[in-house]
């Protein structure tokens, strides 16, 4: 909102020049953060490896050694690195990394080459979004009941286009998950689809079709619900985030035909 401060001359020593970046030193550090996330997560720093020195990475990036340290504090704080007194620092094995951090989800659901995160992220949503849809059955009121009833007409109208029907497929499966009262649990669902939902692949190729067919569940996931048949809404929920994946996963289109299950696929 207003011009950066004084302390972009701090920034502006270096002889690299990285015009497209932002010139306050936080948010410096923080583009700095998302470019080496991104290095560590697609290997380009194996776990155990040192990061490099301050210097080199100054050089790098165009930027003070303040900068490059808030940089690295930060990479700590997402468990990527590990910061040791005279050791300097290591890239941290796979397994430790915070992958409920938004920059290091983003940065491992871009490099998901398997589709095994977005795998994982169908299994957890499909049991959590089971469970939720379990409690949502008694528990929704009147403005739950009214807006699930008018958000199912409109997705009824949306078929064939596939940026609306996304909007509204979300707006859906939240209000369920606000009605049941569990805001950790749609906490984590939130963080898991901000960054799915900027992925390819995730999103997958559906057809008018495919939308079609998930949207049968959808009415079978709400007919449960206004039954208050907890078990029927937690089984049509969980059934309906595999189904669909099953039909727009990349390359998974056959199998599904076969009736098969993607890798990881949750007890159903
Ligand atoms: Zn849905």
């Not at 155990?48 to 700590?76: D, M, N, Q, W, Y």
């Not at 609306?164 to 898991?192: C, E, K, N, Q, W």
Request: net charge negative; hydrophobic share 40%.
């Amino acid at each position: 909102m207003t011009a950066a401060p004084s302390a972009s001359a701090d920034e502006s020593a270096s002889g690299t020049n990285l015009p497209r970046w932002p010139r306050r030193p936080q948010r410096l550090a923080t583009a700095v953060v998302g470019d080496l996330a991104d290095r560590i997560v697609a290997g380009e720093y194996a776990a155990g490896s040192p990061l490099p020195g301050e210097p080199v990475l100054c050089e790098r990036f165009g930027v003070s050694r303040i900068t490059i340290r808030e940089a690295v504090k930060a990479l700590e704080a997402m468990r990527l690195v590990e910061i040791r007194q005279g050791a300097g620092t290591t890239v941290r094995a796979r397994e430790d990394w915070n992958l409920l951090d938004q920059t290091v989800l983003g940065a491992v659901v871009a490099h998901d080459d398997d589709l095994g995160i977005l795998d994982e992220i169908i299994t957890l949503r499909s049991q959590l979004e089971g469970a939720m849809a379990s409690r949502a059955a008694t528990r929704l009121d009147e403005g739950h009941r009214a807006g699930l009833a008018g958000l199912l007409a409109q997705i009824d109208t949306a078929t064939d286009d596939l940026d609306r029907y996304l909007d509204l497929d979300v707006a859906f499966h939240d209000v369920i998950m606000s009605a049941s009262g569990s805001p950790l649990s749609r906490a984590i669902i939130a963080t898991l689809n901000t960054q799915a939902f900027g992925s390819g692949p995730y999103i997958g190729t559906p057809t008018t079709a495919d939308r079609k067919k998930s949207n049968v569940e959808h009415h079978a996931i709400f007919t449960a619900l206004m039954a208050g048949d907890g078990d029927a809404a937690s089984r049509a929920m969980s059934e309906h985030i595999c189904q669909s994946w099953l039909r727009r996963r990349p390359g998974e289109q056959a199998t599904a035909q076969r009736g098969k299950s993607p890798r990881e696929r949750p007890g159903s």
